[in-house]
């Protein structure tokens, strides 16, 4: 962005011309944190103007040729301490006299024994000497006399100050009666030697120009002209160099401030431009070039401290309404105008001037916090701080002297804040209201976005109380929580009740839900008033609810009905088995709970403020829950009967009805705490007043006396049904485990058995003494396994059948086991038992967790191996999980068998294209890379490395990357495969070996972050293995599954590399 339009281009020139005028004729000593090379400020004022080489290049040409300033030193003798007393009183009447003297002349003669007495009067001409009043009778004059002194060059010019005892004509009797003490007397004797008149000596200050400063403060030692008093007191002198008659158009044209303003402005605009391209917030701070520059152009023009910073002030404060930067920066130029306000420095239209400003920076400020919701989003960083920042300017600046004697009108600045935070709260309604107005014109429609619209009022409501309300409170003691909230709830009343003027009883159900949520958020938004500090007569939402009295029916039903609805589905799905280790009770009844909660939290959601209305909505409610509680336990008991109808097992039946019986007495519970839940307390305060106690009870707690009553009279029906003891074996259920059909889940395969044994064994733990007992488990632990392995011998190669066996026999341990109180682990795990276990579990496996398995053993087989009679191959492998990346790089093979024999040789000779040179003994390795099992990786392929020719320790050097999830490095089995083949270019390559690199020890792969390259990942040497020819069980297990197209490939590819294989049985 480029402020430069801000002036035309012929005031930018202008301007331009002024700031190299002031840097081209610079003067004095450049201060310790101003930048001293001009070539600097030349460059940088070229940027901050925008100007071009050759625009440069011209302007710079003309300032050259423009007449020089008349070069100034602006002195100010302030005042002396500790000088001579020369007079008979032992006080002086001193006075100074001043000058340049424009010779070239080093002011310190250190080799002249004695000085010059009168150097101001000897060297300079008269007319340029300057001289201050007597001070009479002291030896601490105080003077604060300003002399203007001009001066051709800074190079060549020096200041002289001397200091005169002012010696009048005075008679000796007139001496005599000033006289105090002998030295009085000497003092007599000694100016009766003296020529009548004649003025003393008292001291001088010499400063070379070029050794000062642009503008210096400072105390002077009184330089004596002999040794004889060589302490002879100091000098405060202030100087300031200064020019006259600039030959610049805007010198000429325009007063010194303005210029200086404009200057400013230009400057401080490039500076916050600069902060913001490099996404900094301007804090106010200017480089030391602008610094230097606006020094040196303030001081060159004179201007006084008040006048520069009232320049500043105009600039920021312009500025500040056009560029985004802290207005704390505005706080500095506040605090000085105060300080140093008077009213008659300023010339009419400098007053008019700042006037404009005030008023235009209050107008703008307000335009802000009008729209502080968007100027200020709390989205953006520090912008809580922006706005307290501009609150604090704002409310200095109207406090400020220069504020009232120039404004005409005073502002009330609080009731300009709060009529601005109302129609600003007002246009943002508007904002959003039309923003998150329907594309298609429904009630449902209207109802979702009134819904969404308050959703968005209660959130700026919240921000206003919780975040921005302090700002205000402590600013300008406003409370904007209570202008916003005032102002909102009574757009929302009646933007709401224009909505809902169609609204009827005949609404659809998408229409009623829509309501009920637009119900809720008027309910968070009308309690919000409880923030407000105090009210003053009701609100427009005081009575929002009876815009809603013809939806309530809807929702009330809508809550049955889902209710309901669920309650039925979880019958449907309720398998009458306890949900938990430590429940008696099964499923359903934990979504019965839900639905009741549901209902409750209806009525809590509800609210409703107008008692009778609210007792009949209570009496409604208890009358659907009572319904739905008579529902439930005539359809439970129909699910009991129609599982038990559909298994034909009669301790299965029993062992349901005793589900139904729980379920049932858990029922009745949750209607009991239905007073407590729905706070009948509190509803009988609410309604005493209008219903009868009565009523209540005849109507509420009768309803719910009914209901609990049915329950018990259903808890007897079902327990008169538990009549028989079922008797059935193990024998049998384990048969009739193995031949039931395979579509069925190997856990409801076993529910028989193991309700079976649940009933028999507890009926024999209650008639038993505990150590028989335990014989008899035994006996039956070890008949079970028999018959366990009988029928596993007896099975097809089917996976379901193996399934249903595995499943039985970890469940029969569990069962005997008995969480400690049954047989001991170690009697369990009997020899028999873990072979058995062991051959289910593979059985039963898919064939994709057998080749997982596969895998998982080879990797165990070659951490096992320590031999490398096949050779080696080393690697190095990292993970990166930013990149979800593998790299691999295969280094190089060691101690490879030698493939290419002289008989091999022989053969290969023939071959079109084989090396007849190969010598006897080596081979021509490569290296395939696969990630393992297939399944795991279906979208990797295989990689390869180059083919080393006649080489038994090949060095490979490659790298590989894949991109594979870290979860699926982490799986059983998940490996890399490392494949090393001497190639045959005709017939199929040889196996040299294989060795397998598990990928969950990969480098990198429970890494935070990326490791930071492959070079300080260690390499990995992998020996070379081949496999067995014959005898893996999982292989044997996968070839079995003729059906199986993945289990044959995977044994056929491993049959293919058995045959390669060197080993021997």
């Not at 281009?9 to 081209?24: G, H, N, P, R, S």
């Not at 007495?117 to 001070?135: F, G, M």
């Not at 004649?198 to 400063?213: E, I, S, T």
């Not at 439930?632 to 029993?654: M, T």
Request: hydrophobic share 35%; proline share 4%.
């Amino acid at each position: 962005m480029d402020l430069s339009h801000r002036f035309s281009k012929q005031e930018l020139a202008l301007l331009y011309e002024e700031v190299l005028y002031t840097i081209w004729h610079r003067l004095g000593k450049p201060e310790h944190h101003h930048v001293a090379d001009s070539q600097e400020l030349y460059a940088y004022v070229q940027k901050a103007f925008g100007m071009d080489a050759e625009e440069h290049s011209i302007i710079m040409q003309q300032v050259k040729e423009l007449e020089s300033p008349i070069f100034c030193l602006k002195a100010t003798v302030k005042e002396a301490k500790g000088i001579l007393g020369k007079d008979v009183s032992g006080f002086s009447d001193p006075y100074c006299l001043l000058g340049i003297e424009t010779k070239s002349q080093d002011p310190v003669h250190t080799d002249h024994k004695k000085r010059m007495k009168a150097v101001v009067k000897d060297l300079i001409p008269e007319d340029q000497i300057h001289r201050t009043q007597v001070i009479s009778q002291t030896l601490s004059p105080v003077w604060d006399e300003t002399f203007i002194l001009e001066f051709e060059d800074v190079e060549t010019a020096s200041f002289h100050l001397d200091m005169w005892d002012s010696d009048m004509v005075e008679s000796v009797r007139h001496k005599l009666g000033e006289l105090t003490d002998l030295h009085g007397l000497k003092r007599i004797f000694k100016d009766a030697r003296k020529d009548k008149g004649q003025d003393d000596f008292l001291g001088n200050v010499v400063l070379r120009l070029k050794d000062l400063h642009c503008w210096d403060d400072r105390w002077y030692q009184l330089e004596p002209r002999t040794e004889t008093y060589p302490n002879r007191g100091q000098c405060h002198l202030q100087f300031l160099l200064t020019h006259k008659k600039r030959a610049t158009t805007s010198s000429r044209t325009q007063p010194s401030y303005t210029v200086h303003r404009h200057l400013l402005q230009q400057l401080v605009s490039y500076e916050i431009l600069q902060h913001q391209a490099g996404s900094i917030s301007w804090d106010g701070e200017l480089s030391r070039h602008a610094s230097t520059v606006l020094y040196l152009h303030a001081t060159q023009k004179d201007l006084s401290d008040f006048h520069q910073v009232m320049a500043q002030w105009l600039a920021y404060s312009k500025l500040y309404q056009s560029l985004e930067f802290n207005s704390n920066c505005l706080l500095h130029q506040i605090t000085s105008i105060e300080y140093q306000w008077v009213q008659e420095r300023l010339r009419p239209e400098q007053k008019a001037e700042l006037a404009e400003s005030f008023q235009s920076l209050l107008t703008y400020g307000i335009s802000l916090v009008r729209r502080y919701r968007i100027i200020f989003p709390l989205s953006v960083p520090r912008s809580t701080e922006r706005l307290q920042s501009l609150l604090r300017v704002l409310v200095q600046m109207c406090k400020m002297k220069a504020f009232h004697e120039l404004c005409v009108l005073s502002p009330d600045l609080p009731q300009m804040v709060s009529t601005a935070l109302k129609s600003g709260t007002t246009e943002w309604f508007h904002m959003e209201k039309q923003h998150l107005k329907p594309m298609v014109k429904s009630m449902e429609e209207n109802g979702k976005a009134l819904s969404r619209l308050l959703l968005e009022v209660i959130g700026d409501l919240q921000q206003c109380q919780k975040i921005w309300n302090k700002f205000f409170i402590s600013t300008l003691k406003l409370n904007l929580f209570s202008i916003a909230y005032l102002e909102l709830e009574s757009l929302v009343a009646e933007h709401v009740q224009e909505q809902l003027r169609e609204v009827d009883s005949s609404m659809s159900k998408p229409t009623a839900e829509s309501l009920f949520q637009l119900y809720m958020n008027l309910q968070e938004l009308y309690r919000m008033k409880n923030f407000l500090p105090k009210r003053d007569g009701p609100l427009a939402l005081s009575n929002f609810h009876q815009w809603f009295k013809e939806a309530v029916p809807q929702w009330l039903q809508k809550a049955y009905t889902i209710a309901l609805e669920r309650a039925q589905r979880a019958i449907q799905m309720d398998q009458l088995t306890p949900f938990g280790e430590h429940n008696k009770h099964s499923t359903s009844t934990v979504d019965l709970s839900t639905c009741y909660a549901q209902i409750v939290k209806t009525w809590q959601q509800l609210n409703w403020p107008d008692p009778e209305e609210a007792f009949m909505i209570m009496v409604k409610l208890v009358e659907d829950m009572c319904k739905i509680a008579l529902m439930y336990c005539r359809l439970i008991k129909e699910r009991a009967e129609a599982l038990s109808l559909s298994e034909q097992n009669e301790g299965e039946a029993a062992n349901r009805l005793c589900i139904v019986v729980n379920n049932i007495k858990q029922l009745r519970l949750l209607i009991l705490k239905l007073p407590s839940q729905l706070d009948w307390v509190q509803l009988v305060e609410r309604t005493e007043a209008v219903i009868d106690q009565q009523q209540i009870q005849h109507t509420l707690h009768n309803q719910l006396d009914s209901a609990v009553s049915c329950l018990d009279h259903e808890v007897r029906d079902v327990v008169q049904a538990l009549a028989t003891k079922l008797e059935k074996g193990i024998a049998r259920h384990i048969q009739e485990l193995s031949s039931s059909n395979d579509t069925r889940e190997p856990e409801d395969s076993i529910i028989p058995l193991m309700k079976f044994l649940e009933s028999e064994l507890q009926y024999l733990n209650e008639h038993l003494v505990q150590e028989n007992f335990k014989s008899l488990l035994t006996l039956l632990w070890h008949h079970t396994l028999s018959v366990l392995s009988a029928a596993a011998g007896q099975q097809v190669p089917s996976t379901q059948c193996y399934k249903k066996l595995h499943c039985a026999l970890k469940s029969l341990e569990l069962c005997f086991y008995a969480e400690g109180c049954g047989l001991p682990l170690e009697t369990l795990h009997a020899a028999a038992f873990l072979s058995l276990e062991s051959h289910l579990a593979l059985c039963s496996s898919t064939s994709r967790k057998l080749i997982q398995k596969y895998f998982s053993n080879r990797i165990q087989q070659q951490l096992d191996t320590s031999s490398e009679k096949y050779g080696a191959v080393t690697i190095k492998a990292l993970y990166r999980p930013s990149e979800q990346k593998l790299r691999v790089e295969v280094l190089n093979a060691v101690n490879l068998i030698p493939l290419d024999s002289n008989a091999v040789l022989g053969r290969r000779g023939r071959r079109e294209g084989a090396d007849i040179c190969t010598p006897p003994g080596s081979s021509d390795p490569f290296v395939q890379l696969t990630l393992e099992p297939r399944h795991q990786f279906p979208e990797v392929v295989a990689r390869t490395t180059q083919c080393k020719r006649n080489e038994l320790h090949p060095l490979f050097d490659e790298a590989f990357d894949f991109l594979i999830p870290p979860e699926k490095c982490r799986q059983e089995g998940a490996c890399l495969l490392l494949t090393v083949f001497d190639y045959d270019t005709l017939g199929a390559n040889d196996l040299e070996g294989e060795a397998f690199f598990p990928l969950c020890h990969l480098p990198g792969l429970d890494a935070d972050e990326d490791q930071a390259d492959t070079g300080r990942v260690p390499q990995t040497r992998l020996p070379l293995t081949h496999p067995k020819p014959s005898g893996d069980e999982i292989l044997r297990l996968l070839e079995s599954r003729k059906g199986d197209k993945e289990a044959q490939a995977f044994v056929k590819l491993r049959k293919q590399r058995a045959k390669q294989s060197k080993e021997r049985e």
